[in-house]
């Protein structure tokens, strides 16, 4: 009985021995937690949000989106070169690039010249390798025409797309800063494409996420109603496929 009871308690001390602290057990699963999101963000899968109108209708002011990183190659999330290659882009994806005029910024555009395409707007309409290219979601705001020798927006090229580049417009054609103004993206200025709307809000002008929200619960505590004019989710935008 005497053995036993040393045994039960050399178990014991040795059970204790090997039981991690409080902290680190739970510091090891937030270490984890944190490299794998890393892992994600950087290789397979990113949020981004939209702060213009310039892809009106297809994406809205407010909208919070997935992009797809791993769609256009697995890529080094330092410089963002093709690491292993997968797919490539596709005439009519929605795609999140780096913008060539400023490369702390991204811009979300839409693919409509691949390369070796010949494009060109005539009168506000795109024609590629000289055949009309017409999409449902394209929407015009300004009827008035611009000539060429005053602005690229509604007459431009034609120009022929380079090796290993994209030509990309906005949906809002009229209100939209693109390759008609400042060229083509080479394909290691990629980011990946947009998949998904998560999440999707409106509200007043120019105010971020959280002051708007703090402008509608406001109005729930003074006057017992959420001031929509302040902060609207907009759910039937929410789970949405981008196309």
Same mark, same amino acid.
């Given at each position: 009985?005497?053995?036993?009871?040393?045994?039960?308690?050399?178990?014991?001390?040795?059970?204790?021995?090997?039981?991690?602290?409080?902290?680190?057990?739970?510091?090891?699963?937030?270490?984890?937690?944190?490299?794998?999101?890393?892992?994600?963000? &950087?290789?397979?899968?990113?949020?981004?949000?939209? %702060?213009?109108?310039?892809?009106?209708?297809?994406?809205?002011?407010?909208?919070?989106?997935?992009?797809?990183?791993?769609?256009?190659?697995?890529?080094? %999330?330092?410089?963002?070169?093709?690491?292993? %290659?997968?797919?490539?882009?596709?005439?009519?994806?929605?795609?999140?690039?780096?913008?060539?005029?400023?490369?702390?910024?991204?811009?979300?555009?839409?693919?409509?010249?691949?390369?070796?395409?010949?494009?060109?707007?005539?009168?506000?309409?795109?024609?590629?390798?000289?055949? %009309?290219?017409?999409?449902?979601?394209?929407?015009?705001?300004?009827?008035?025409?611009?000539?060429?020798?005053?602005?690229?927006?509604?007459?431009?090229?034609?120009?022929?797309?380079?090796?290993?580049?994209?030509?990309?417009?906005?949906?809002?054609?009229?209100?939209?800063?693109?390759?008609?103004?400042?060229?083509?993206?080479?394909?290691?200025?990629?980011?990946?494409?947009?998949?998904?709307?998560?999440?999707?809000?409106?509200?007043?002008?120019?105010?971020?996420?959280?002051?708007?929200?703090?402008?509608?619960?406001?109005?729930?505590?003074?006057?017992? &109603?959420?001031?929509?004019?302040?902060?609207?989710?907009?759910?039937?935008?929410?789970?949405?496929?981008?196309?």
């Amino acid at each position: 009985m005497a053995f036993m009871a040393l045994n039960n308690q050399d178990n014991s001390r040795r059970n204790n021995a090997l039981k991690k602290p409080f902290w680190r057990e739970y510091g090891e699963a937030l270490f984890i937690a944190l490299v794998l999101a890393l892992v994600i963000w &950087a290789f397979v899968v990113q949020a981004f949000s939209i %702060p213009s109108g310039s892809m009106i209708p297809t994406l809205l002011v407010g909208d919070y989106l997935l992009v797809n990183k791993f769609s256009y190659g697995v890529r080094n %999330p330092f410089s963002n070169k093709v690491i292993i %290659p997968t797919w490539k882009p596709q005439r009519g994806d929605v795609a999140v690039f780096i913008f060539p005029q400023d490369p702390s910024k991204d811009y979300i555009k839409r693919v409509i010249g691949l390369p070796g395409d010949r494009v060109q707007v005539i009168n506000k309409k795109i024609f590629v390798n000289g055949q %009309p290219y017409d999409i449902p979601q394209a929407r015009f705001a300004d009827k008035v025409i611009i000539p060429a020798n005053q602005s690229p927006r509604d007459n431009f090229g034609p120009v022929v797309v380079p090796k290993d580049s994209y030509f990309f417009m906005g949906d809002n054609r009229d209100q939209s800063y693109d390759s008609r103004f400042w060229g083509f993206v080479p394909m290691d200025d990629l980011r990946g494409k947009a998949e998904i709307i998560y999440f999707s809000w409106e509200g007043s002008d120019h105010q971020p996420l959280y002051l708007a929200f703090l402008g509608g619960l406001k109005g729930l505590i003074t006057h017992q &109603a959420w001031d929509a004019g302040y902060f609207k989710v907009r759910w039937s935008r929410i789970g949405k496929l981008i196309h």
